[in-house]
């Protein structure tokens, strides 16, 4: 962890890039700026940090931190988290840099050259933080994301970005001692390493002919190797593939090729749409998150609500999600009769269910079951804007699935 820098206290010139002179420092503000919709509060922490309201700041790997003063009289304690790099991303950034000796040369003049970043960004490698990739969290009760006080943190941080850019580097891992010796030990390397002849060869006629008077054994066959999720080269430069993304898609084709080998054919036939929501079920990441939605066109607060419905019952939830269907009437009245007298235990109050297709709505306490085509009941939940949530797995019995449902809502 690298020691305290003192947080920017003099107020800085107005306008929402002015927090940051070069073209760098102005990337981490876009990218802050470009990671929510809550123009509000990113009002509120340009106005913390002009009023110097942002402690001391600590840079450590994926973490930059300081406390915050509020409205209350202690500081509230604000950070914002951004991955770090993998080894292997280390390696390709540090030999991109050495690549060009252009590269090289800014950084020890503390400056952060463009060509460098698209260089990098070209092989897989965000230097620069995505909006995406940005994690605030403050010990604030504001549910913002990000509230004021960890805006007010980016805004802050942006100046110290400026005059030393390798906060990013730190942040992204490692810092600037670290990131030179390691650069010194690759060059020294490259020179050490000599180019070894070419060997001499002889005439094809002459090799063949040898082959043919003594032919060799042919070894026997190797067993097979053991799947491996690691890339066995990098993917080309440019070709906008990054290799933790392709090492996640191998990973998944395998685990969906096992589950067909063992029978299971539930998402054999799924569609583009479908497919993209068991993927983010999966919890790959708010940048995967973010291009699935982005990619398949659909709405941020649809394709959530869909998520977990796979989460909680796979293809079937989502299709008890988005189609309702009209049930036998005769499960309909049992599951009624069923869920009526469990309630009658539950509450003291009457409880009114409403029914409509296959859906059982208790109105007055946010709880609804579904019948899937399954003939299982699936439990949600109505949210304060209104909207109905999946809660809990399926279950056979519904007065199960109330319960679940139930107990999720805190009554």
């Known amino acids: 962890m690298s020691p305290a820098v003192p947080g920017p206290r003099r107020a800085p010139a107005r306008g929402k890039r002015a927090f940051a002179s070069t073209w760098w420092g102005q990337a981490w503000v876009a990218a802050l700026e470009d990671s929510t919709l809550d123009a509000g509060r990113l009002a509120r922490g340009r106005t913390y940090a002009r009023a110097g309201m942002v402690g001391p700041v600590t840079v450590a790997p994926g973490k930059v931190s300081a406390a915050v003063q509020g409205s209350r009289p202690r500081p509230y304690r604000s950070s914002v988290h951004l991955p770090v790099l993998t080894a292997p991303q280390w390696d390709t950034l540090l030999e991109t840099i050495a690549a060009r000796a252009g590269h090289l040369a800014a950084l020890l003049d503390d400056e952060m050259p463009a060509e460098l970043v698209d260089d990098a960004r070209h092989a897989g490698v965000p230097l620069l933080p995505l909006p995406t990739e940005l994690d605030p969290e403050c010990s604030c009760p504001d549910w913002g994301h990000p509230c004021k006080h960890a805006a007010a943190l980016c805004y802050a941080i942006a100046a110290t970005i400026d005059t030393d850019p390798f906060v990013l580097f730190a942040l992204r891992g490692r810092g600037r001692e670290e990131v030179f010796a390691q650069l010194r030990a690759l060059r020294t390397a490259a020179q050490d390493t000599a180019v070894p002849p070419a060997p001499a060869g002889i005439p094809a006629a002459a090799a063949y002919a040898h082959w043919a008077e003594e032919p060799p054994e042919l070894p026997e066959l190797p067993e097979p190797a053991a799947h491996t999720a690691a890339l066995p080269v990098a993917p080309p430069s440019g070709a906008g593939l990054a290799a933790a993304d392709l090492e996640r898609l ?44 982005q990619n398949t066109g659909t709405n941020p607060t649809a394709f959530a609500r869909l998520t977990g419905a796979w989460r909680h019952g796979g293809p079937t939830g989502i299709t008890v999600a988005e189609q309702p269907h009209a049930p036998d009437p005769a499960v309909m009245k049992a599951a009624r009769t069923a869920l009526d007298t469990a309630l009658s235990e539950m509450t003291d109050s009457p409880a009114h269910l409403r029914a409509w297709l296959n859906r059982l709505t208790l109105t007055h306490h946010g709880i609804q079951l579904r019948l899937g085509p399954d003939a299982r009941w699936y439990p949600y939940l109505r949210d304060d804007d209104g909207e109905w949530w999946p809660a809990a797995p399926a279950d056979s019995d519904p007065v199960t699935a109330l319960t679940a449902a139930w107990s999720q809502n805190g009554e």
């Open 250 to 293: 191998m990973a998944d084709v395998t685990a969906r090729a096992a589950r067909l080998l063992a029978g299971d054919t539930a998402d054999l036939h799924l569609t583009q749409h479908q497919d993209a929501v068991r993927i983010a079920a999966g919890n790959p990441g708010p940048e995967w998150f973010h291009h699935l939605i």
